[in-house]
């Protein structure tokens, strides 16, 4: 395969190679529009000259603030091309922390997607002496304020002024270690770190990846992942310009299941949860029509399924098998860009996140923690090097998992050293594992365990509410809550029979001894889960931890 110097010459290169081809399928006004490989390098071109118009130089940073939509994905080919690098928000993110990431990443623009996001840099913009310019991709009211605001159309029609030659030189002046991007850890404390990553960091990984994929031009990805989101950004956007191969977005989360329906995809990126979900609707299934179902759910096209950003539980991977569907887990950090090792059609061993990728070692410490090595490995972070040289020794990334490497190299995930806890008997919990085994049961959809210092395990639960609703109704109950919790008599008892059946598989001192059961789901607005779903343990603890302790006293 073509050896590219930077991401912008294999884009270019992938662009004219591919031509007419279908790129990126989006929604729009309740119909999927195509785009072609050449008009998405035109428009990253003209987006680029009205960048270079606006004063970007190389070097600057740019910081994006969207959803999933297509011009995200031309917006960071546009600014790639001008020699700078951008800086992706998470899109539910408050002002707050739009202040924080644009200001401490010394933005001088912003491209938002709207007025809601566009707000948001608004009611901080005092606090952001360094930001220049802001662009919108819908049109938008904008205040008095000293910022220049233009439209997507308005920038790309800028770009007449600028000449292409300008545009062929940065690219010409970028390599393996131009800085591309800084993606901010979402942190569950304190403020988040900017992780530096640079074209080789993206190209290296994309590749490497796309090595073990076993997808062409001809396979269709649905894609969902936020594209602010590193694992999206490798896989969906750089894998796929790779190989060629045609992203469909989907219209939003909500609407997923029904945008594969339409689609058809042969492949799909997703995080856990989503497949804990569509596995918890077959569970109870006969294995035939558990296959036909899932078969009707992903589609008739699908090759396989990729899973990554959190562990998956193994039982899903091998139910999933069981149906023909092939459910692939990698593994992977935001600063290892991402993917350290995954699992492939040709190679797997189920309950692994697969064997390192061709140019990434891996080896475990003397105390289980997984370390990595290779062109895969950030630079370092943004403004820290103190974080950066606690992170990075000797050139290997301390990922702060624990894990195993099985005999062929296969290797498993145990637990983050930051979450394991010891209670006050002494005894090493591993939060994680007890998490999904909870999890397993049908009747409980997350769970988050506690007891640091204590004297037993006990837990938060979230119920799966559709089937424990269609069990009160059967029973004659009524749940009932009172401060996010359940305090229903008859639920608490079912659940708590629930979960001690569960715990019989674990020894006594690992076993929740009690629970709190939430009335509610973890969400991302409340900052429970991050942008991938993943549960955000410490700060769901910070935040029930007064009731969590009330457990103890009884």
Same mark, same amino acid.
């Given at each position: 395969?073509?050896?590219?110097k930077n ?12 031509g007419n081809?279908?790129?990126l ?5 309740g ?20 960048l270079?118009g606006?004063?970007?130089?190389a070097?600057?940073?740019v ?5 999933n939509?297509?011009?995200w ?11 700078a690098a951008?800086?992706p928000?998470?899109a ?12 401490h990443?010394e933005?001088?623009g ?5 007025q ?5 840099v ?6 952001l002496p360094t ?8 049109t ?8 220049k605001?233009?439209?997507?159309q ?11 030659n +300008?545009?062929?030189?940065r +690219?010409?002046d970028?390599?393996k270690s131009s800085?591309?991007t ?15 990553l640079?074209?080789?960091?993206l190209?290296?990984?994309?590749k490497?990846?796309?090595?073990i994929?076993?997808v ?21 956007h750089?894998?796929t310009?790779?190989?060629g191969?045609?992203v469909?977005l ?5 609407t997923?299941?029904d ?13 856990p ?5 569509v ?13 036909s ?7 008739s096209r ?6 990554g950003?959190?562990?998956l ?8 098998f069981?149906a023909?569907i ?5 593994y992977?950090l ?7 090792s995954?699992?492939?059609?040709e190679?797997?061993?189920l309950?692994s996140?697969?064997q390192?990728?061709?140019d ?11 370390l ?5 490995v ?10 950066t ?8 990334l ?9 005999e ?7 637990d983050?050293?930051?979450d394991?806890?010891?209670?006050s008997?002494?005894?090493?919990i ?9 999890s397993?049961d049908?009747?409980?959809d997350?769970a988050?365990?506690?007891?640091d ?6 837990a938060?639960?979230?119920p799966n ?7 009160? +109704?059967?029973?004659?109950w ?5 401060n996010?919790?359940?305090t229903?008599p ?11 059946s ?8 690992e076993?929740?001894?009690?629970f ?6 973890f969400?991302v +607005?409340?900052?429970?889960?991050t ?12 935040r029930?931890?007064?009731h969590?302790?009330n457990?103890?006293?009884?």
């Amino acid at each position: 395969m073509t050896e590219w110097k930077n991401l912008c010459s294999m884009h270019r290169s992938q662009s004219q190679r591919f031509g007419n081809r279908v790129a990126l399928r989006h929604p729009q006004n309740g119909l999927y529009r195509d785009l072609a490989w050449n008009s998405y390098r035109r428009q990253a071109d003209q987006a680029a000259a009205g960048l270079i118009g606006l004063g970007i130089e190389a070097g600057d940073r740019v910081a994006i603030l969207s959803e999933n939509r297509f011009e995200w994905l031309i917006a960071d080919q546009a600014i790639l091309s001008t020699g700078a690098a951008d800086v992706p928000l998470h899109a539910p993110l408050s002002p707050k922390q739009v202040e924080y990431q644009v200001s401490h990443s010394e933005a001088c623009g912003i491209i938002v997607s709207g007025q809601a996001q566009a707000n948001k840099v608004f009611e901080v913009l005092d606090q952001l002496p360094t930001l220049e310019f802001l662009i919108s991709f819908d049109t938008i009211d904008v205040p008095d304020c000293r910022l220049k605001t233009l439209t997507w159309q308005g920038l790309k029609h800028r770009s007449r002024a600028i000449n292409s030659n +300008e545009i062929a030189a940065r +690219e010409a002046d970028l390599d393996k270690s131009s800085l591309a991007t800084i993606i901010y850890t979402s942190g569950t404390t304190g403020n988040p770190k900017g992780v530096m990553l640079t074209h080789g960091n993206l190209l290296c990984n994309a590749k490497s990846t796309y090595d073990i994929s076993f997808v062409s031009m001809d396979d269709v990805l649905m894609s969902w992942l936020p594209y602010s989101h590193i694992y999206a950004r490798t896989v969906d956007h750089y894998l796929t310009s790779i190989g060629g191969l045609t992203v469909v977005l989907a219209e939003s989360v909500d609407t997923l299941m029904d945008d594969i329906k339409r689609i058809q995809p042969t492949w799909l990126t997703a995080v856990p949860r989503v497949y804990e979900k569509v596995w918890n609707a077959v569970a109870t299934l006969d294995q035939e029509t558990r296959t036909s179902a899932l078969h009707s759910i992903f589609g008739s096209r699908v090759k396989q399924l990729t899973s990554g950003g959190a562990p998956l539980p193994r039982y899903i991977a091998e139910g999933f098998f069981e149906a023909g569907i092939p459910l692939l887990e990698g593994y992977g950090l935001t600063e290892s860009s991402p993917v350290i090792s995954f699992n492939s059609i040709e190679n797997y061993r189920l309950g692994s996140v697969g064997q390192s990728l061709g140019d990434v070692e891996v080896k475990i410490s003397d105390v289980s923690e997984i370390l990595t090595k290779g062109p895969h490995v950030m630079t370092g972070y943004w403004k820290d090097p103190n974080a950066t040289s606690e992170t990075i020794v000797d050139g290997w990334l301390h990922t702060g998992d624990v894990g195993r490497l099985d005999e062929d190299a296969y290797l498993f995930i145990t637990d983050r050293m930051k979450d394991l806890f010891v209670t006050s008997t002494g005894k090493n919990i591993a939060p994680a594992e007890l998490e999904r085994i909870l999890s397993r049961d049908e009747y409980i959809d997350q769970a988050v365990v506690y007891g640091d210092g204590r004297q037993f395990v006990s837990a938060l639960i979230v119920p799966n509410f559709e089937k424990l609703q269609t069990l009160a +109704e059967a029973s004659g109950w009524t749940i009932e809550s009172d401060n996010d919790f359940i305090t229903t008599p008859d639920v608490l008892t079912f659940l708590d029979e629930q979960v001690q059946s569960i715990m019989q598989q674990v020894s006594q001192p690992e076993r929740v001894k009690k629970f709190l059961a939430l009335a509610r789901p973890f969400q991302v +607005e409340d900052d429970e889960l991050t942008a991938t779903l993943k549960i955000r343990r410490r700060h769901i603890i910070s935040r029930y931890e007064e009731h969590l302790a009330n457990l103890y006293e009884h």
